[in-house]
């Protein structure tokens, strides 16, 4: 075994250990970090493939924000543990389906003549840069899939901010433009008068 | 690499990488520490002189050992855990923080040839282990158990989560005038005959700006320090922290601000080339660059009250957002025309 494929197994059973501990870990909180141990691994992973963009990206994306946002949204959860377990067992043999059917699938598109005979990542020349690979890719062969893509998903989050938009009445929030829009004039009257003397003269 | 090396390196074989790396490592990570260590002085020094006080002077000559006997206190103190908090994390926590902001360095270019990872995709491993910093706070905030701690952790991951988008735009331009993600090429991207002129700060003015101000607003300092908000909810997410774990989380900041102080000048101050052309190129103009930013960082922290968190929101979507994808797009169209003369 080289070191290569030390490197790959202890990345692999990081991750297959990670994404156990998201479905057994009790605390929803914990599952969520054992979620971004499993995302870091993986990342690894596609490191050790010469994919160091999309190994990069996968930690920016999501590690550094979705699961951010994720953790920001499950400490602020008040969850039942007792509620969230029941009726285990009555879901149990679907769930174990599912399961099955993936493992089904994973085996048959992994396990198949075409890709297991190039089982080994392909070796690339050292200047090899992946990012600048991918780059040239989508700008050329894939540019109305990928622009179409970024409509798509442009057009959802339009959505998402629209649907969840709430117009309050009687919000106190402060309008900046107005504020520096404000002149001198318009808070202040310097009003001019003629100085007072005592009656007695001092 | 050097030739006096080569017998060493015979005779340790396959052991040679991973020590040297080592090596490399240490060489980095302790001047740093150092570094960190004397920039709290330095801090103290600043803001006291900006306020017309003198500042620490006891320990030592002007005050010099006074990080020593901080360091040494933080170390005799006891780690209280709070009862009701997550032991394990409450642990991990303050790790987390300063991992990150020592891994970055990985890829950092000092000079020329001083780096321990010459990596093409740099600016991403920058980007990407920058925005790996904020777990440290967001479970150091989560298992203290305390709500003033847990409210510190939600704001600072808001602002973090918000900031790096700028921030993120501010590197794409910084990345379209390179034509590349590899630090060291963006600085030789900068080289020139007009010396300053050359170098990134002019045509990306607007994007040097958004991202200083972003780096100010990541690392928690001040005026954007509304984690720690000590008039508001005490000290934040290290309310309940105190000894060496507390340090771990100071570290952790004065790291990262060393940090973006470091890519700001490598991004738009041109590293280690000289302002003027007559004169040589040398990491000595990086560390003289990093030292300038490195004040600014304390000059803001003596000079602008604190923002409130719903002007720091606005700062940060509605202001920085909007300029830097507007920038982008003139950079952009500026490249095409006869005018980029970067």
Known sequence: ???????????????????????????????????????????GIWMLLEAEFLAITLVLVYVGAVMVLFLFVVMMLDI???????????????????????????????????????????????????????????????????????????VAMVAAIALTLRRRAGVKSQNVSEQVKVKKADRLRVVKMPPESRADGK | ????????????????????????????????????????????KVIGWMQIRIG????????????????????MKEIIVPSGANKFLFIVAPILTLMPALAVWAVVPFNAELVVANVNAGLLYVLAMASLGVYGIIIAGWASNSKYAFLGSLRSAAQIVSYEIAMGFALVTVLMAAQSLNLGDIVRGQQGTHGFLNWYFIPLFP???????????????????????????????????SGMAFALFFLGEYANMILVSFLTSIMFLG????????????????????????????????????????????????????????????????????????
């Open chain 2, 207 to 241: 994007m040097f700006v958004v991202y200083f101000i972003s780096g100010v607003a990541e690392t928690n300092r001040a005026p954007f320090d509304v984690a720690e908000g000590e008039s508001e909810i005490v000290a934040g997410f290290h309310v309940e922290y």
């Open chain 2, 271 to 342: 590293g280690w080339l000289s302002p003027l052309p007559f004169l040589p190129d040398g990491i000595l103009w990086m560390f003289i660059k990093v030292a300038v930013v490195l004040f600014l960082f304390l000059w803001f922290r003596a000079t602008f009250p604190r923002y409130r968190y719903d002007q720091l929101m606005r700062l940060g979507w509605k202001v920085f957002i909007p300029v830097s994808l507007i920038w982008v797009v003139v950079v952009g169209v500026w490249m095409q025309t006869s005018y980029w003369l970067w």
């Open chain 1, 1 to 43: 075994m080289s070191f290569f494929d030390a490197v790959f197994y202890l990345f692999a059973v990081i991750t297959t250990l990670a994404a156990t501990g998201v479905i057994i870990a009790r605390n929803p909180v914990h599952a969520a970090l054992f979620l971004v141990l499993a995302f870091c691994s993986a990342a």
């Open chain 1, 80 to 154: 039942n543990l007792v509620k969230l377990r029941e009726g285990f067992w009555r879901w149990f043999p679907f769930g174990a389906g599912i399961a099955g059917l993936m493992v089904f699938e994973m085996v048959w598109v992994l396990g198949s003549r075409q890709t297991s005979e190039s089982g080994r990542a392909v070796a690339h020349a050292a200047d090899y840069s992946n990012t600048k690979e991918l780059g040239r890719l989508l700008y050329t062969h894939y540019v109305y899939p990928f622009e179409l893509a970024a409509v798509v998903l442009l």
């Open chain 2, 1 to 44: 690499m050097m030739e006096w090396l080569e017998p060493i390196q015979k005779m340790l074989g396959p052991a040679w990488l991973p020590i040297w790396t080592l090596l490399k490592i240490v060489v980095i990570v302790l001047p740093l520490m150092g570094a960190v260590a004397y920039l709290t002085l330095a801090e103290r």
């Open chain 2, 56 to 75: 620490p002077n006891r320990v030592g000559y002007f005050g010099l050992l006074q990080p020593l006997a901080d360091g040494l206190k933080l170390l």
